[in-house]
């Protein structure tokens, strides 16, 4: 079993949509979640850090279920610049090992 | 503020060659360090990460190792480069409390 799973992509949607990514972590001690954005050929950065509490940043929003050991990002209103590929990250091993999903692919088309 | 230089961007090596891919820091002490290979439209790999100078951990038995000469430097290398070596070269630094942070990557193409 992989460390960090996300949703198989590509996810193509329209402008406006409102997307939802998934992501499960095999590890209970991980310590620290985050989602990246990269763009084609680009290095990934971060979209936002995944609280216990859950958070919003905008037109985003990132949940965090420790028990079930889940993470999600919902993107409303998706705009075309929105389009890019999504990773799920985990920090563990008292904040060494960074693991990265394999990505999940969004489309936004006009 | 943080920087981080990775070099070079593109890089053509024939098989068998060595390599050494360099990653340096600014602007923080005592950084978690990273390698990781991106193979063409897949995840980022995980190879190697320092919580230290001269601390390796390796996640991947593979054809290339890490060294760690000094606080803010991280090299990656291989003595003798397979074709299954080719791909995206991202190095990460991380500090608490803040996310990790990666160099502009090094595209590697074995031949």
């Known amino acids: 079993r992989k460390e960090v799973e996300q949703d198989p992509g590509p996810f193509n949607v329209p402008e406006g949509a409102t997307v939802a990514f998934n992501c499960t972590y095999s590890?209970?001690?991980?310590?620290?979640f985050f989602w990246y954005r990269q763009d084609c050929r680009k290095e990934p950065k971060l979209l936002m850090s995944?609280?216990?509490s859950g958070n919003e940043d905008g037109r985003f929003t990132a949940q965090l279920n420790r028990a079930s050991q889940y993470i999600s990002l919902l993107i409303r209103d998706s705009k075309l610049s929105d389009s890019a590929t999504y990773l799920c990250?985990?920090?563990?091993?008292?904040?060494?090992?960074?693991?990265f999903g394999q990505g999940t692919e969004l489309s936004v088309k006009p | 503020s943080q920087t981080i230089h990775q070099w070079p961007a593109t890089l053509v090596q024939p098989v068998g060659s060595p390599l050494s891919l360099e990653c340096t820091v600014e602007g923080t002490s005592n950084p978690n360090l990273y390698w990781y290979r991106q193979a063409a439209g897949r995840g980022l790999q995980l190879l190697f990460y320092s919580v230290g100078i001269g601390q390796i951990s390796s996640e991947v038995p593979q054809n290339l190792s890490a060294s760690r000469p000094q606080d803010r430097q991280f090299i990656l290398s291989s003595k003798k480069l397979l074709l299954s070596d080719s791909g995206f070269y991202l190095c990460?630094?991380?500090?608490?409390?803040?996310?990790?942070?990666f160099g502009q990557g090094t595209r590697l193409t074995v031949v």
């Open positions: 990460a630094w991380k500090a608490q409390p803040v996310e990790a942070f």
């Open positions: 590890n209970s001690a991980s310590q620290s």
């Open positions: 990250v985990v920090l563990y091993n008292q904040g060494g090992k960074l693991i």
């Open positions: 995944v609280y216990s």
